[in-house]
């Protein structure tokens, strides 16, 4: 059973900055895309961006490119995602997923089978 632990989430003023972590309890974390997906209030759930627990590079939301960027420690299988110039729009409950690559890491939500229980993220202006 792969189980995913969501951590660093919290308060912040407009243009400040947090970083959340995911702990990945899977042998197969190194084959399985891995990424964060947020819902704001009132919204559907929105991909962040993703990235192949073996390596390479991210991929990422239009919304968060140029202010988010993702990262791994894969020896500890731990999913970081660094959060810049933070906005009101970037309040949400934030969730780290995994799930079977298809071909390559994919945006959408319905590629990935594991979900956390998901990291508050207010900003206030």
Not at 19 to 27: G, I, K, N
Not at 55 to 60: E, R
Not at 76 to 104: I, V
Request: net charge positive; hydrophobic share 30%; with cysteine.
């Amino acid at each position: 059973q792969v189980q995913l632990v969501e951590s660093g989430g919290g308060s912040v003023q407009a243009g400040g900055s947090l970083r959340l972590s995911c702990t990945v309890s899977a042998t197969t974390y190194s084959r399985m895309c891995v990424g964060w997906f947020r819902q704001g209030p009132g919204k559907e759930r929105e991909p962040v961006g993703t990235i192949y627990g073996g390596g390479g590079g991210p991929s990422y939301a239009g919304s968060v490119k140029g202010r988010f960027t993702i990262s791994q420690d894969i020896a500890k299988n731990t999913l970081y995602l660094q959060m810049n110039s933070l906005n009101s729009e970037d309040t949400a409950m934030y969730y780290c997923a995994a799930g079977r690559p298809q071909n390559w890491c994919r945006l959408g939500a319905s590629y990935y089978d594991y979900w956390g229980q998901g990291t508050q993220v207010t900003v206030s202006s």
